[in-house]
């Protein structure tokens, strides 16, 4: 079992920052890729960024590419988000997600992904 806890969500304006975190713990997350999802209410949950196993590849989806970027330290089992020039567009809560494959590679849909956190609401006012 793997529990993941995110945390760093918040209010904040827009072209503002916010770094969120998600801490694992149960196993180690060392061999897995994880990723970031969000999601508003009455739509689908999206995907918005992965990170390989080793930290040495990544994917963002188009909408957040050169504003958001994910990086992980396995040694504190965390993996973050940091989020730049954030827009009303990116309210959402945020989800950090393990893919227990070990060494696998990058993959973007949500049913990829075995363990969720409870999620991080992030809110940013135009």
């Known amino acids: 079992q793997v529990q993941l806890v995110e945390s760093g969500g918040g209010l904040v304006q827009a072209g503002g920052s916010l770094r969120l975190s998600c801490a694992a713990s149960?196993?180690?997350?060392?061999?897995?890729?994880m990723a970031w999802f969000r999601q508003v209410p009455g739509k689908e949950r999206e995907f918005v960024t992965c990170?390989?196993?080793?930290?040495?590849?990544?994917y963002y989806r188009e909408s957040v590419k050169g504003r958001f970027f994910v990086s992980r330290d396995n040694g504190k089992n965390t993996v973050y988000l940091q989020m730049n020039n954030l827009k009303f567009e990116d309210t959402a809560v945020y989800y950090c997600?393990?893919?227990?494959?070990?060494?696998?590679?990058?993959?973007?849909?949500?049913?990829?992904?075995?363990?969720w956190g409870q999620g991080t609401q992030v809110t940013v006012s135009s």
């Open positions: 990170i390989s196993w080793s930290g040495s590849s990544t």
């Open positions: 149960g196993r180690t997350i060392s061999n897995y890729t």
């Open positions: 997600a393990a893919r227990v494959h070990p060494f696998g590679g990058l993959v973007t849909g949500r049913v990829d992904y075995n363990y």
